[in-house]
């Protein structure tokens, strides 16, 4: 049974900085095949595509807001990926969840999957709330 589990969100204001972790249990040496999303709601918003990896850990693509300012990465060795967030805004305060594609793009290995109707599995969501 493959779960996801976000972790590190919180309360900080604007401007500062936070990063985010999501560790996958249950996928084994299948992780890597695996291409992987950051995605955020807002309340009365609907979820969008933050950040993403595909197989090869160097092809990552990110929302035009967060170009520049956030940086994604996975460890296929801790079966986890990161979100490191700088500089972050009061719109930015949103549940984020990272979700796992098992087979992206066909067995591609630099697809990066950005529709939430690609993703195989979520995790719960981890709380970011940015003031003032």
């Known amino acids: 049974q493959v779960q996801l589990a976000e972790s590190g969100g919180g309360l900080v204001q604007s401007g500062d900085s936070l990063t985010l972790a999501c560790v996958v249990s249950?996928?084994?040496?299948?992780?890597?095949?695996?291409?992987l999303g950051w995605f955020r709601q807002a309340p009365g918003k609907e979820r969008e595509f933050v950040a993403g990896?595909?197989?090869?850990?160097?092809?990552?693509r990110y929302a035009d807001s967060a170009t520049g300012r956030f940086t994604l990465s996975r460890d296929n060795s801790k079966n986890a990926m990161y979100l490191m967030m700088n500089s972050l805004r009061r719109e930015e305060t949103a549940l984020y969840y990272c979700?796992?594609?098992?087979?992206?793009?066909?067995?591609?290995?630099?697809?990066?999957?950005?529709?939430?109707?690609?993703?195989?599995?979520w995790g719960q969501g981890t709380q970011v709330t940015v003031s003032s």
């Open positions: 979700a796992a594609d098992r087979h992206p793009g066909f067995g591609s290995q630099r697809y990066i999957p950005v529709g939430q109707g690609e993703y195989d599995y």
């Open positions: 249950g996928a084994g040496r299948a992780f890597s095949t695996y291409a």
């Open positions: 990896v595909a197989k090869a850990p160097d092809s990552i």
